[in-house]
């Protein structure tokens, strides 16, 4: 998860400078499901309690580390988020709110393969908030245009629907959206 997000979070030097005080939001739907089926396994396949990979598992190593390949050391937090209508935009709020007093956040979305949707892929998006920027595209969030059916496609993406949100926004004011795809 860690890598997923770190890697995804660098393409943002490419696009614009990051402050050193930037702040990180990272939206995920559970910190790392890998850890977590090691350490389930440890404990109920072989009895052995590894505390260790618990506590690895509920800290915010995967914003610490993004914040790390960005060069900042602004505020840092994982918000737990899925990919439905209610909870998805979490972090993005919570990023527009620390933005109150000037500032600059970095927003992202992170997922790492899970069974329970084997249909999709892994990846991260990510997105770079400043107030009164003098260049980008302005956000404004409600429900409208928020599109939650969609058809099957591949490939599918678990945050599906922020990245149709975020090039829906960036179409409108006729911007591209650039695409990193990592083998």
């Given amino acids: 998860m860690s890598l997923i997000a770190a890697l995804g979070a660098g393409q943002l030097k490419e696009q614009c400078e990051i402050r050193s005080d930037c702040a990180v939001f990272l939206g995920t739907p559970f910190s790392s499901p890998s850890?977590?089926?090691?350490?389930?396994d440890n404990v109920l396949n072989h009895h052995a309690a590894m505390p260790f990979d618990f506590i690895a598992n509920l800290h915010n190593s995967p914003v610490f580390h993004t914040a790390q390949a960005l060069g900042t050391h602004g505020a840092t937090l994982v918000v737990a988020a899925d990919n439905n209508v209610d909870t998805c935009f979490h972090p993005l709020s919570l990023a527009m709110q620390s933005?109150?007093?000037?500032?600059q956040a970095a927003v992202g979305w992170a997922y790492e393969y899970q069974a329970a949707h084997a249909d999709t892929h892994e990846g991260s998006i990510w997105i770079v908030l400043e107030p009164g920027a003098e260049q980008g595209v302005p956000v404004v969030l409600n429900d409208e245009g928020i599109q939650t059916d969609r058809p099957s496609e591949k490939p599918q993406y678990y945050w599906q629907n922020i990245a149709d949100w975020i090039e829906a926004v960036m179409a409108h004011e006729g911007r591209d959206v650039k695409k990193y795809t990592l083998a």
């Fill in 99 to 103: 933005l109150q007093n000037g500032g």
């Fill in 35 to 40: 850890v977590f089926e090691k350490m389930a």
